[in-house]
């Protein structure tokens, strides 16, 4: 057997097994330390699978788990995700009343369940990742046992998880029948031989359902914005990067490599999807006053624009999501963090309360507006180059009218995020209070804006790192 | 020299830098910096002028920033950042740093005292980096991503003094609006990639002349101006020019004269070839200029901020410009431009320095008698006044005169009457404001005073270029010295400059018929202003709220797509909790709201889940079951 191909997985499986340990034998007061042990793990293993050492390639068990440049790239995006969330939570987690130790090696729980779900090669693998990653966070949500809110979201996202993860499963379990096989290679074989008719549609249906709700596509997007309010604001930025990257990670292997052969049939749906996730989302970001929810409803305005890479269905798609993921992690990074520092003094999100913030923080007001005026795709925010990929790539094949309507609603998101700007400078001051930023947060905050700068300014080398990866998708 | 013009957007940007990251704590050293970085681009723009003076041939330089590789049938995407050093950037080069050393100069002047000093420098100098990266651009790429940046540095500095909640809102008014147009030329410039498979503006030159597809090239071209009709605010997206009054009064000189609004003019020289492909295009730009010009001297005429004055006539000014690109003559618009730019800036520092000696006071009916009081600032005023209103010999009366003869030329008869009248329109508004403002009675008791030689330095400068820039054009410069500006800047077939005694009578005397009007009424109030506006009520009600646009666009946001996000925010929220929280009511159960909400929310989340499953299974089997479903 070839563990190459798991190294990692093992690495981040140990590490959450080692903090367990450790979570029990720190002091009660220096719990945080976890946190530290994780961040300084995970550089570690990141570094080490960037390294190369780790294998390029390979597959385990007989072809139910694969590495390939796909799963690697996403499992380096998980890792950075995980590291900015896991420095975001170390002010945070003060808030909790107990099981402060836990916290983080369930977070790396989650991200070994999102390495499966991208490196899984089978049906049944998929499921257990897509499952480890699901109950993690729905822990995680309902971490904060003295909000009402978190314990609230707690409830929901379980509940609506687990209907959703019914109908993949049902979906699933259809594709098993059809072919008698779980393994995508076996499946891939037995699509060849052709004709499983009005079945096979029912389950792609079924399956894009379970992982549109993992991206909160709209209409399965309900969800996401009374979760990303209730629960603990860090996990809210791992929900919306980490556990979204995990889903379109997923939908880019099952629709590019397992079922392009089926493209015409869900091709429309994939455009409903976009166009429906786009207009929603936007528009719903509008009237929002607190900014937790506002930041959901663009991230589901987000996973619309990033659906667009598989309107195209071609490795220029494919390589312009990977770029949007990439640096939506670090505008979301961003964002999410600013939040957290307001939220750590005045304990409130609403977006009210950002009033004249650049004078009680300036670090604050400059890290949420790079932030937001990459997710509105101004350059030199990285946000532009995302999105002028991403539409260059629709409008290559020809969807043209698709791409003014996803850049018409580009422009009306100007309205929300340009309306927290202006809060931040010109509202009311609710109080005099300066906003001290604890270092780990200060960290995380000019880590993704100087990245959100960069990888604006000098784009090339991450697209070129994209564009090879995507090219196992060129027809 | 050429091989230095990479240093003139790359000084103000090293300002920019320097003062956010060194010299913010000192005033004075973030204010040398900025003015000495300006300074030195300035030089190395004179020197390229000369030398494209002498050897006009264009020079290209270029490195890649974006390269994606080919991939199967996907041709690969390759971006560039380069420099295009030919006569129409070199001259725009030397205008912009011109205007900038003098805004920075008067600037230091004026935000004396200011809290936010070297910030305002540090933003300035973003500004000026932005609009010389994007004169310099050699490709529509890189014009795009400079032409954002100019968008984002001016929502920084109309938005200045954010504690003013009116500049925050023209800020936002400014970006947004421009963003609006900024997607069309973004639809634009794909378009023109996935057709011609470059960005670059000598490959695609050729390419579009030999291209057969009309209707294509039509649409790109639309597409393309509609940037510039958001930036060179053109009607419909006029709106936020005047409300970008806000910002500090330099700045809107700035803005006006050389940056911004200039930007637009010259993406429509630049990418001339793909305009003047199309006759609908061209039609579409000569008259959405002449309207433009109509336009805004109409509601300039009733304006009483004197920097609402200035603005309008900007827009005015500028539709005079867009008109002269669409009538085909390259020349004629840019050669407005560069007169405009001495002239207007001119205004505006001019402007500035009264509101300074006001102590911020911009109602020209509460001034009066300030000729005494500030005779350098007076004078220079009166002085671009006369340029702007065309009066021979002055800068505005070739440049305009240039386009009225190009309208006539290409048979635009219409327009060319229109020009006249806006030239009649505009000596009349301009003098109002000096009869109104500056001679007369003292309309109040203000204690105004000449302002420091920082600020009437500039002013005296600037209008030794107002009385001497036109002369560029003139057929006595061409005798002289064997060139003229439409010999430097031309497209396709340089044109001799010469005077057409007919078209140069007839805008002087309507000029001139605009300055004697405006001295009846203001001056010898031989005719009451009141008594015109009450017996044309309905029409200056209409002027005076510019047409109703900005309230319509308004409404638009607010009732319309606020209204939407609205509507679907409430479906979200009480057709599923409101329901349940009714029903709960209705039925009698008093527990926690919550929980019912809850359990209420779950059910429907999960019924549209599962409906939308259904949907798209009967959806996506439709062509399968074709029998079933019919």
């Known amino acids: 057997m070839d563990f190459s191909a798991v190294t990692i997985e093992i690495l981040v499986a140990l590490l959450g097994l080692v903090l367990l340990v450790t979570g029990l034998l720190l002091p009660p007061d220096h719990k945080k330390a976890n946190g530290y042990i994780a961040v300084v793990g995970l550089l570690g293993i990141l570094a080490f699978s960037l390294s190369g050492d780790a294998g390029r390639s390979g597959t385990f068990l007989y072809g139910l788990y694969t590495l390939d440049s796909l799963s690697k790239y996403f499992k380096e995006i998980f890792m950075i995700a995980a590291i900015l969330v896991i420095l975001m939570s170390l002010s945070y987690t003060k808030r909790f009343r107990e099981g402060k130790g836990e916290y983080f090696s369930i977070l790396l729980f989650a991200l070994l369940g999102m390495m499966v779900m991208v490196s899984s090669n089978d049906f049944i693998t998929l499921y257990i990742g897509l499952e480890l990653m699901t109950i993690s966070f729905v822990i995680l949500t309902a971490f904060d046992r003295s909000s009402l809110k978190s314990s609230e979201a707690g409830v929901k996202y379980v509940l609506l998880s687990a209907m959703s993860s019914a109908v993949l499963l049902y979906g699933l379990s259809i594709f098993y029948g059809l072919s008698g096989t779980t393994e995508y290679a076996g499946f891939i074989t037995c699509l060849q031989s052709g004709g499983l008719g009005p079945a096979l549609i029912l389950a792609i249906v079924m399956v894009l359902a379970g992982f549109g709700f993992k991206i909160s596509a709209v209409p399965f997007h309900m969800w996401s914005p009374d979760i990303y309010e209730g629960a603990p604001t860090p996990i809210t930025a791992f929900l919306a990067t980490g556990s979204k990257a995990a889903g379109f990670a997923v939908l880019i292997r099952l629709l590019l490599q397992v079922l392009p052969s089926q493209h015409v049939n869900f091709s429309g749906i994939i455009i409903m999807l976009a166009v429906l996730t786009i207009i929603v989302g936007n528009l719903i970001a509008i009237p929002q006053k607190n900014i937790k929810r506002m930041l959901a409803f663009s991230s589901i305005a987000h996973a619309g624009y990033i659906l667009l890479g598989l309107v195209a269905f071609t490795g220029m798609g494919v390589g312009a999501m990977l770029y949007y993921i990439f640096i939506y992690i670090f505008a979301n990074a961003g964002a999410f963090a600013s939040v957290t520092a307001l939220s750590n003094i005045t304990g409130s999100d609403e977006i009210e309360d950002f009033g004249g913030m650049w004078k009680r923080s300036p670090l604050v007001t400059a890290v949420l507006m790079i932030s937001l005026l990459s997710m509105a795709g101004i350059p030199p925010a990285a946000g532009f180059v995302g999105k002028f990929y991403l539409f260059a790539s629709i409008i290559k094949e020809g969807y043209v009218w698709l791409a003014l309507v996803a850049i018409g609603m580009s422009v009306v998101s100007l309205y929300y995020y340009v309306m927290v700007i202006r809060v931040m400078l010109t509202g009311q001051v609710k109080s005099d209070e300066p906003v001290t930023v604890p270092a780990s947060l200060k960290t995380v905050m000019v880590v993704s804006s100087a990245a959100t700068i960069f990888l604006g300014v000098y784009a090339g080398p991450l697209t070129s790192w994209t564009s090879s990866v995507a090219s196992m998708f060129v027809k | ?630």
Do not use: C
Not at chain 2, 164 to 184: G, V, Y
Not at chain 2, 608 to 616: D, E, L, P, T, Y
């Open chain 2, 1 to 630: 020299m050429s091989q230095y013009a990479w240093l003139i957007p790359v000084l103000p940007f090293s300002s920019f830098v320097a003062i956010v990251f060194l010299l913010k704590k000192s005033k004075a050293a973030s204010a040398a910096y900025a003015l000495a970085s300006m300074v030195a681009s300035f030089v190395v723009a004179l020197g390229i002028l000369i030398e494209k003076v002498q050897d006009p041939k264009a020079i290209e330089i270029a490195v890649n920033w974006l390269n994606i590789p080919e991939m199967g049938n996907f041709r690969g995407l390759n971006v560039q950042m380069g420099l295009l050093i030919d006569p129409l950037s070199a001259a725009m080069l030397f205008i912009v740093t011109f205007i900038a050393i003098l805004v920075t100069l008067f600037s230091i002047g004026y935000m004396e005292g200011d809290e936010g000093f070297s910030r305002y420098f540090a933003y300035l100098s973003l500004f000026a980096f932005s609009m010389l990266g994007l004169v310099v651009a050699n490709n529509y790429f890189q014009m795009f991503v400079f032409w954002e940046l100019v968008g984002l540095s001016s929502y920084l500095l109309i938005g200045f003094w954010y504690h003013k909640p009116s500049a925050a809102d023209a800020a936002q008014k400014a970006f947004i609006t421009n963003r609006w147009a900024d997607f069309a030329f973004m639809v634009g410039i794909i378009l023109l990639f996935v057709y011609f498979g470059t960005f670059n503006f000598a490959e695609l030159g050729p390419a579009i002349e030999h291209t057969k597809d009309a209707a294509f090239i039509t649409l790109i071209g639309i597409l393309i101006f509609i940037g510039p009709v958001g930036k060179s605010a053109q009607f419909p997206l006029h709106v936020w020019l005047p409300d970008a009054m806000e910002g500090p009064t330099p700045v809107s000189a700035f803005i006006h004269a050389a940056t911004m609004v200039a930007a637009g003019v010259y993406l429509i020289a630049r990418g001339f070839i793909l305009f003047e492909s199309s006759e609908t295009t061209m039609l579409v730009i000569a008259y959405i200029g002449g309207f433009t010009a109509l336009f805004a001297a109409s509601i300039a005429i009733v304006q009483k901020d004197i920097k609402r004055v200035l603005a309008y006539s900007t827009l005015s000014q500028l539709g005079y410009m867009v008109m002269a690109m669409g009538v085909g003559s390259l020349t004629a618009g840019m050669f407005h431009l560069t007169t405009h730019a001495f002239f207007k800036a001119l205004l505006f520092l001019g402007a500035g320095s009264v509101i300074h000696a006001m102590h911020h006071e911009q109602d020209m009916f509460k001034m009066g008698a300030l000729s005494k009081k500030m005779p350098v600032t007076t004078w220079t005023f009166v002085i671009g006044s006369l340029a702007l209103a065309g009066v021979f010999p002055l800068a505005g009366f070739w440049s305009k005169d240039e386009i009225l003869l190009a309208a006539q030329h290409h048979n635009f008869t219409g327009l060319f009457v229109l020009g006249v009248i806006v030239a009649f329109m505009t000596a009349f508004y301009m003098f109002r404001l000096i009869f109104v403002a500056f001679f007369g009675e003292k309309k109040s008791d203000h204690h105004a005073h000449e302002t420091s030689w920082l600020m009437t330095l500039p002013l005296v400068l600037l209008s030794v270029f107002a009385v001497l820039a036109g002369f560029l054009n003139s057929p006595w410069f061409y005798e002289a010295f064997g060139k003229s500006f439409s010999t430097f800047v031309f497209f396709g077939e340089p044109e001799i400059p010469h005077l057409d005694l007919g078209v140069a009578g007839l805008s002087t005397v309507a000029a001139l018929a605009g300055i004697f009007t405006a001295w009846l009424i203001y001056s010898r109030k031989a005719i009451p202003a009141e008594s015109i506006a009450k017996k044309f009520s309905g029409l200056y009600k209409l002027l005076w709220n510019k047409y109703y646009i900005d309230d319509f666009y308004q409404w638009l946001f607010d009732k319309v797509m606020f209204m939407t996000g609205k509507a679907l925010d409430w479906v979200d929220h009480h057709i599923i909790d409101g329901f349940f929280d009714g029903f709960a009511k209705l039925v009698g159960f008093t527990g926690s709201k919550l929980r019912l909400t809850q359990t209420g929310a779950l059910q429907n989340y999960a019924l549209v889940i599962f409906g939308a499953v259904v949907f798209f299974v009967l959806l996506a089997s439709t062509p399968l079951l074709g029998g079933v479903i019919k």
